[in-house]
């Protein structure tokens, strides 16, 4: 029990929120992606679904679930820092995914009370607990956004993405958050009318995240369940994504003691 209160004490982790404000611009590969390039700084690292109606990261990270976040909330009463790791599953890279549910019914039964436990339990054993959320804002969402120490909005290069991004950058403002707002300019390389520089300055930012455009590869590695960072890490793709997660990691400063590994039976 002494090392348990240890390791209590040690630092929070951070969570780290990926949005965007509209449909297919790769919230939930570069969620993936960064999450298992986090990992492979030898940091304990989570990801959470939080697009409960229609998560799709067990299937970008090729895993056979036995719990989803469904069986953690049956179980909410009784649910400690020991046995939430028994409603995760490990990746291959280390990274434990919280799965969202299996049917998109089984969302009405996930309330801000039960996501503010399962976030600070998860946020007590990790480094890092990356959430990839649904669409722009809903119901699910704000208890993330509120709790988030990093919020990463998604975009690229076409206009209707921009314009619902601007929109949604407005409305985090209008509700204070907008010192946790940082950018990832996706396919910032494709070809458009604009290019990265004229999109960053619509937003207002002088340093987003920048991600190359090499969309055939990465729509094969969604489809094969293989992350970018897991595979080729010559290609730009995954050389962008361990930019970001180096600076993410160097803003952050030590990480906390890792006997908790040993303790909680986590990789």
């Known amino acids: 029990m002494e090392t348990l209160n240890e390791n209590m004490a040690g630092k929070r982790g951070q969570m780290i929120v990926v949005g965007g404000a509209k449909g297919g611009v790769g919230k939930t590969i570069l969620s993936v992606n960064l999450s298992v390039a986090l990992a492979k700084r030898s940091v304990k690292v989570c990801i959470i679904d939080g697009d409960f109606q229609f998560g799709d990261v067990n299937l970008a990270m090729d895993i056979q679930e036995t719990f989803t976040i469904k069986d953690a909330i049956e179980a909410i009463g009784t649910l400690d820092v020991i046995n939430m790791s028994s409603y995760l599953t490990q990746h291959n890279s280390g990274v434990n995914v919280l799965v969202a549910p299996d049917r998109p019914e089984y969302a009405?039964?996930?309330?801000?009370?039960?996501?503010?436990?399962?976030?600070?339990?998860?946020?007590?054993?990790?480094?890092?607990?990356?959430?990839?959320?649904?669409?722009?804002?809903?119901?699910?969402?704000?208890?993330?956004?509120?709790?988030?120490?990093?919020?990463?909005?998604?975009?690229?290069?076409e206009m209707a993405t921009i314009k619902n991004t601007k929109r949604m950058k407005e409305t985090l403002d209008?509700?204070?958050?907008?010192?946790?707002?940082?950018?990832?300019?996706?396919?910032?390389?494709?070809?458009?009318?604009?290019?990265?520089?004229?999109?960053?300055?619509?937003?207002?930012?002088?340093?987003?995240?920048?991600?190359?455009?090499?969309?055939?590869?990465?729509?094969?590695?969604?489809?094969?369940?293989?992350?970018?960072?897991?595979?080729?890490?010559?290609?730009?793709?995954?050389?962008?994504?361990?930019?970001?997660?180096?600076?993410?990691?160097?803003?952050?400063?030590?990480?906390?003691?890792?006997?908790?590994?040993?303790?909680?039976?986590?990789?």
Do not use: C, W
């Open 108 to 157: 009405d039964m996930i309330t801000d009370e039960n996501l503010t436990k399962i976030t600070s339990l998860l946020l007590d054993i990790y480094d890092y607990v990356i959430v990839d959320t649904g669409v722009g804002f809903h119901e699910n969402s704000l208890p993330f956004i509120e709790r988030a120490d990093k919020l990463l909005l998604v975009t690229n290069l």
């Open 174 to 267: 209008m509700l204070g958050y907008s010192n946790k707002i940082e950018y990832i300019i996706n396919r910032s390389t494709m070809e458009s009318v604009l290019n990265a520089e004229n999109v960053a300055e619509i937003l207002g930012t002088e340093n987003p995240y920048l991600v190359p455009n090499d969309f055939k590869y990465v729509s094969q590695s969604f489809n094969m369940g293989t992350p970018i960072v897991s595979g080729r890490a010559t290609n730009v793709v995954a050389k962008a994504i361990f930019k970001m997660a180096e600076q993410i990691a160097s803003k952050r400063g030590p990480q906390r003691i890792k006997q908790k590994k040993r303790l909680f039976g986590i990789r």
